[in-house]
C-alpha cells in the first residue's frame, strides 16, 4: 500500500469501525430512546428494522431479550447481572475518556507514543473501555441482537487495532515494536499469551459461542426462575417475587368475576394457547411494555428522560420497584375512599393471550418462546384488602410503543 493511499484507507476502516460502535449503543440505549420524547421519531426508522426481523423465526431470535427487565431479577444470580451491567458501562466509560485524554495531551504537548497509565498494561485501554461499556449496555438492555452487534464491534475494533498498529511501527520504529512485544493487545501479556494458544479462529469461535450462546443460556435460566403460578388456566407472573402470596389471594377472586370468566370463556382452549396473566403494582411504571393501559404509561410523554436515564443506570431497580410503595401511615388512616384512592391498596392484573400457529404449548415456560404471540385482551384491577373489583377495561392491540417487540419478562 502506498503511502498516498494508506490514510484513505486507514480512514474509511476508522469510519466503519465508529459506525459499529454507534450503532451498536443505539441499538444498546432503545430503552432510554424509548423513555424520551425522541421515541416517535427512533422508532419511526428503528421499528420498521425491528418487525422485519420478527416475521421469520430465522431472525426471530434477534428481537428476544434474554435477561429480566421488566420484572424484578428473581434471585442473587440475576440480580448481580443486572448491577454488572451498570458497574461495566460507567467503568468502561471510565476508562475510555481518562485514556482518550491521555492520548490527546501527549498529542498536544508532543509527548510521543501512550505508553503510560493503563498502556502500561495493554496496548488499546481506549477499546477495551468501550467494550466493557458496550457489554454492560447489551446488560442493561439484553435484546439478543446487542450481543450480535457487540461481536460485529469487538471484531472491527480489532481490524482497526492492528491496522494502527502498523502504522505506529511505520512510525516509531524499534521503540514502539519493544512496546508491542512486552505489552499486551487488549489484555494483559502474560494472560494474552494463554488466551492466543488456541489461535484466532478459535477466538472468534469462542467468543461467538459464549457471547451469544450465554445469552440464550441466560434466557432460559431467567425463563426458569421466574416467579410463576397457575389458577383455574392462567398463568401468573408477579412482578416481585415478594407478591406471589398476595397474588395467590386475590388472582382467584378476580377469576371468579363474572365479567372476567366470560372474557376468559370467549377464548380458544387448545394446546396452541395459553393465557398469561401480569401481577403488578397498579403504577408499575414500565406496564406500558405489556401493553396498552392509558398515556401515563407511555414513558416517552413524561418528559423526566435525564432523570430517568439516571436512575435507571446508577440504581438498576428503581424503575421497577421505585414508586410502588407508599410512604403513608396506614395505621391511623380509616378505611374510605381516600383508602381506596391510594396506588398502594390497588393491585393490576393484565391478562395476555399467548397463541401460536405451529407450536404447542404444554407449561407456564413456554408462554415466553421467541416465536409465541402475543395479544393483550385487557387488565383488573383489584383491592389489596378486600378483593373487591374497581374496573375491569379493555386494551388496544400492541404494547404502549404500538408493535415493537418489547420484554417479555
Not at 434471585?75 to 448491577?83: D, G, Q, S, W
Not at 494474552?192 to 445469552?215: D, W
Not at 391498596?345 to 391478562?351: A, Q
Request: aromatic residues 12%; glycine residues 8%.
Amino acid at each position: 500500500m502506498s503511502m498516498q493511499t494508506y490514510p484513505s484507507g486507514t480512514r474509511i476502516r476508522r469510519f466503519t469501525a465508529d459506525s459499529a460502535i454507534v450503532l451498536s449503543f443505539i441499538v444498546a440505549f432503545e430503552i432510554l430512546i424509548m423513555i424520551s420524547p425522541f421515541a416517535g421519531f427512533f422508532y419511526a426508522v428503528f421499528n420498521p428494522f425491528l418487525l422485519a426481523l420478527n416475521q421469520s423465526w430465522i431472525t426471530r431470535w434477534l428481537t428476544a431479550f434474554f435477561l429480566p427487565h421488566m420484572v424484578v431479577p428473581p434471585n442473587a444470580v440475576l440480580v448481580t447481572i443486572r448491577v454488572l451491567g451498570s458497574v461495566l458501562f460507567v467503568s468502561g466509560l471510565a476508562v475510555f475518556l481518562v485514556c482518550a485524554a491521555q492520548v490527546y495531551l501527549g498529542k498536544l504537548f508532543k509527548a510521543g507514543t501512550a505508553t503510560r497509565g493503563l498502556y502500561r498494561f495493554v496496548r488499546h485501554p481506549q477499546y477495551v473501555g468501550l467494550g466493557l461499556a458496550a457489554l454492560g449496555l447489551a446488560i442493561m438492555w439484553p435484546r439478543v441482537l446487542t450481543l450480535v452487534l457487540f461481536l460485529v464491534m469487538l471484531f472491527l475494533y480489532y481490524m482497526l487495532a492492528r491496522d494502527e498498529e502498523r502504522r505506529m511501527t511505520h512510525r516509531f520504529g524499534e521503540g514502539y515494536t519493544a512496546y508491542r512485544n512486552r505489552t499486551g493487545m487488549f489484555l494483559p501479556r502474560p494472560l494474552e499469551r494463554i488466551v492466543m494458544k488456541g489461535g484466532a479462529s478459535a477466538i472468534v469461535v469462542v467468543l461467538c459461542l459464549l457471547i451469544v450462546g450465554g445469552g440464550f443460556l441466560l434466557r432460559t435460566y431467567t425463563i426458569r426462575s421466574l416467579p410463576l403460578q397457575r389458577f383455574d388456566g392462567v398463568d401468573v407472573l408477579c412482578i416481585s417475587a415478594e407478591d406471589t402470596s398476595i397474588a395467590a389471594s386475590l388472582v382467584p377472586a378476580v377469576l371468579a368475576d363474572s365479567v372476567v370468566a366470560t372474557k376468559l370463556a370467549s377464548l380458544p382452549g387448545n394446546h396452541g394457547h395459553r393465557v398469561l396473566a401480569y401481577f403488578i403494582p397498579v403504577d408499575y411504571v414500565m406496564q406500558g411494555m405489556i401493553a396498552n393501559t392509558g398515556d401515563e404509561w407511555k414513558l416517552f410523554e413524561q418528559h423526566k428522560t435525564f432523570g430517568m436515564i439516571t436512575e435507571y443506570i446508577l440504581h438498576p431497580f428503581a424503575h421497577l420497584t421505585g414508586g410502588h410503595a407508599h410512604h403513608m401511615d396506614m395505621a391511623n388512616m380509616k378505611h374510605g375512599p381516600a383508602m381506596y384512592a391510594l396506588a398502594a391498596m390497588k393491585r393490576r392484573v393484565i391478562f395476555i393471550e399467548i397463541s401460536s400457529d405451529t407450536d404447542e404449548f404444554t407449561s407456564p415456560i413456554d408462554d415466553f418462546g421467541i416465536n409465541a404471540i402475543r395479544t393483550p385482551l385487557f387488565f383488573v384491577d383489584v383491592h389489596l384488602h378486600t378483593a373487591e373489583i374497581l374496573q375491569v377495561r379493555d386494551t388496544p392491540g400492541g404494547s404502549g410503543w404500538g408493535t415493537v417487540p418489547t420484554p417479555v419478562f
